[in-house]
């Protein structure tokens, strides 16, 4: 039946053949394998084979009698080019495979042929939302195996500017549920606090976004000045809006209907499918990796991990929100106590010398040369060092060969790992639901499908 | 018969202009956001640069009812077919506006994964450059569209690739050499 | 390469810990970088180890990849260990014990595979497809080995170091003329 609907798609849409994407898309029942059945129905707790509750309706259900839609790459939730196939019984999801791969960009081949400052740009990319997050976690990676020093001033700029963008991923995140869910105003709240942030990161580092900002060493410039009362507007205005979104969002039925018990995961189930970030926390483990395996200056700053209790939509939400709280918290204690210092490692081999120096000295000159066109050589050896981005777990893996590129460089992209769990929540929602579950498990396609 | 084709008098060009003004003051844009470019066109959409005062803050879902695409982000080669896709099934008069470098020319990611520039799948009508471009750079390439819309510089280059050749005799104003950008006089 | 004479700060137990009670004996470690314990199973003793990482306490697997070492120098690896072309690095992640533990198996010249831990980590399915899609290392018992990242007719697979990045000469054509 299913090779009627390929034929005559075929004859209206020239494209169709080019658009399907064969074995990576949901199959037919009778094509697929057991195993893989049990992994789209959500079955993800098993010993071997397909184990599933027996009180499920449609183990042994037909093909005629559902339904294989693809909600595909373009489409209205706002969460990037993701393509979904559903398997629906009426409006109710049996089975779901998402489709990825839209926004491969060979990053990480891109990455060996960059040198180890050019790579910052390049990981930047990634994950487009928070930039910080990639640019720092790479860096550390970096750092690692230069086995150098960051000065502590820089340290606690790379967490000032941290936290400022996990703000900014917030509350696009707000946003964007919001606009997925129907409150359209939140998209133009999230947005419009968010452009404060934007303001202060044009002003410090000169871009808003793919920031460029953590080098190797340090950071590419200092904080301007002034910008003690730049943040100081910025932590204000947002936790007073923080209220504002509760007024809008959190008391209100509508929200409170479609989001509470909708899409709940265990705890079991989170660590079996290695998902980390707001959607662990959710399910109850107080797991953040900047409390319990503490990066920068983390240990030195005094801030609650929010967790969850049902695991399901509503808890996301609510940590988010909370967590926005909670940097608003950490920024302000970086603004007491920042110390005074160099903004990037002084180390001769790894940062440039300043511009004025290189008229006078042939040593600095020679530097110059050789970090710009060459780059600095990293000794042979493999790291992997690992960040609380606002989407979990965000590591790279850095293999060295002793040159001045990376020999392999891997990024573990938590929304690509947290993708995993879309079967799971998705099974026995209906397709309005399944909007809201990709919403808050918040995914970036850019880190995704790197 | 298009507009453009017709021996003009008093009265179509009348017409002729009222149908620019019409088109170019509602471009509803379809959501073809892709990577980065996207974050950037939504901010554009939301309050500080609000596209809403030209009347597009109206992302269509739906690629029947929009005019203009602007490709925002980087275009894989796996995503290529859906954006030529998509794009036939805009219905005339389209415009592709092609937001950042990565759209424009494949940006910094010359490899096999990304199509190095979106004019190689559709035609395009305006590049902004930028990575990403600032709303700002958005806006600008949303109001040099308007006027080349309002001039009906558009119009007459889909005719020049036709082989028909129609001598336009028209008493509105002749295509400017350089494209002024703002309030038309 | 360590003029402060400190090491960059560390979050997490630093201490090495030791291979699990249950391990299958005759594994090779090392220290890993940042106090991260390296092990070095054969294929064989693959499964068996990260099942008794498992049972010890690793309920995460925090990230598997692919990596060529086709073009590499020589890397270090400890007595013992054959080095083949690509490697798998398997990264758990105990959250009890906030210790991570990395595990690099040597998987093959040629057509280089390895079992699936998708029985033991559901979450290593869509990272076992990008090492498919990426390198063409193949693993027994996964489910559904696809291509994830690139479209399903694509040749080749991308990071290999055969293969070429792909870039494309740009050419910089003089300004077009009036239209």
């Known amino acids: 039946m299913s090779d009627l609907h390929v034929r005559s798609a075929e004859r209206l849409d020239p494209l169709a053949a080019e658009t399907s994407e064969g074995a990576q898309g949901l199959q037919r029942r009778d094509l697929t394998k057991k195993s893989e059945l049990g992994r789209e129905v959500g079955a993800v707790l098993r010993a071997n084979g397909l184990m599933l509750d027996p009180n499920d309706v449609d183990v042994e259900r037909h093909d005629d009698e559902t339904m294989i839609i693809n909600m595909g790459p373009a489409h209205p939730s706002t969460h990037g080019v993701l393509r979904l196939m559903l398997e629906l019984d009426g409006e109710f999801v049996l089975r779901t495979k998402p489709v990825i791969g839209y926004l491969h960009t060979g990053m990480e081949k891109t990455g060996e042929e960059l040198s180890y400052v050019q790579g910052a740009t390049n990981v930047t990319r990634m994950d487009y939302v928070s930039p910080i997050a990639n640019e720092l976690s790479y860096c550390m990676a970096v750092e690692k195996l230069l086995a150098i020093e960051v000065p502590e001033r820089a340290t606690w700029i790379r967490m000032l500017m941290s936290e400022l963008n996990r703000m900014a991923s917030h509350l696009v995140w707000m946003a964007t549920n919001g606009m997925d869910l129907g409150a359209t105003s939140m998209m133009i709240y999230g947005f419009r606090e968010r452009e404060l942030i934007l303001a202060f990161f044009e002003k410090t580092t000169g871009l808003r976004l793919n920031l460029n900002y953590v080098r190797p060493g340090g950071l590419a410039a200092d904080l301007p000045d002034g910008w003690e009362d730049d943040v100081e507007v910025i932590c204000d205005t947002i936790y007073e809006r923080t209220f504002e979104y509760d007024e809008l969002l959190t008391g209100q039925p509508i929200f409170r209907l479609r989001m509470e018990g909708v899409a709940p995961i265990t705890a079991e189930e989170a660590l079996a499918l290695g998902v980390t970030g707001p959607v662990l926390r959710s399910t109850g483990v107080p797991w953040d990796l900047r409390r319990t395996m503490p990066y920068l200056a983390y240990d030195q700053v005094d801030f609650d991990v929010i967790v969850g209790t049902y695991g399901d939509n509503f808890d996301r939400y609510a940590i988010r929100l909370n967590e926005i709280r909670e940097s608003v918290r950490i920024v302000r204690q970086c603004l007491e106590k920042m110390p005074r210092g160099d903004y990037r490692s002084q180390d001769p081999k790894v940062t440039p010398p300043p511009r004025a120096r290189i008229g006078e000295s042939m040593e600095a000159l020679i530097h110059h040369f050789k970090l710009f066109t060459e780059g600095f050589a990293v000794p042979t050896g493999e790291v992997y060092s690992a960040i609380e981005s606002p989407r979990g777990e965000l590591g790279c893996y850095l293999v060295s060969d002793g040159g001045p590129r990376p020999y392999r460089l891997h990024v573990r992209a938590p929304s690509f790992v947290n993708m995993q769990a879309v079967p799971l929540l998705m099974r026995g929602g209906s397709v309005a639901d399944a909007i809201t579950v990709v919403s808050t498990i918040d995914p970036i396609m850019g880190e995704v499908d790197r | 018969m298009a507009l453009e084709d017709l021996q003009h008098n008093f009265l179509t060009g009348q017409v002729e202009d009222l149908v620019r003004w019409a088109r170019r003051a509602s471009v509803w844009p379809a959501t073809f956001g892709l990577a980065c470019c996207a974050i950037e066109m939504m901010a554009a959409g939301a309050a500080d640069y609000d596209l809403a005062r030209y009347g597009m803050e109206v992302f269509r879902n739906s690629p029947r009812q929009a005019d203009l695409m602007i490709v925002a982000g980087r275009v894989s080669q796996k995503m290529a077919p859906v954006l030529r896709q998509v794009y036939d099934q805009m219905m005339e008069p389209k415009w592709v506006i092609s937001m950042g470098v990565c759209a424009s020319s494949g940006g910094m990611f010359n490899n096999y994964a990304i199509v190095q520039g979106v004019d190689q799948i559709v035609p395009v009508d305006v590049y902004a450059p930028g990575c990403p471009p600032s709303p700002e750079t958005l806006m600008h390439a949303i109001l040099t569209l308007h006027e080349q819309i309002r001039t009906g510089e558009i119009l007459q280059r889909r005719r020049e690739a036709r082989p028909t050749h129609v001598e336009q005799i028209s008493w509105t104003p002749q295509v400017p050499v350089t494209v002024r950008v703002g309030t038309p006089k | ?179």
């Open chain 3, 1 to 179: 390469m360590d003029p402060a004479g400190s090491r960059h700060r560390e979050g997490g137990n630093s201490e090495v810990i030791p291979l699990p009670p249950t391990a299958p004996p005759g594994v090779a470690t090392s220290e890993a970088l940042a106090s991260d314990l390296g092990c070095f199973p054969t294929p064989a003793q693959y499964v068996p180890l990260v099942k008794s990482f498992k049972e010890d306490g690793f309920e995460l697997c925090a990230d598997l990849c692919g990596v060529d070492y086709l073009a590499h120098p020589g890397r270090a690896l400890p007595e013992g260990v054959v080095a083949t072309r690509f490697e798998v690095v398997v990264n758990l992640l105990s959250l009890s014990k906030r210790q991570r533990v990395r595990i690099r198996v040597q998987a093959g010249d040629d057509e280089p595979r390895l079992d699936s831990l998708f029985d033991l980590y559901p979450g290593s399915e869509a990272m076992e497809r990008e090492a498919f899609d990426l390198f063409g290392i193949l693993f027994d018992g996964h489910p559904d080995l696809t291509r994830i990242l690139m479209p399903e007719d694509w040749e080749g697979h991308p990071l290999r170091k055969d293969y070429s990045v792909g870039r494309v000469p740009v050419q910089f054509k003089e300004a077009p003329g009036p239209r």
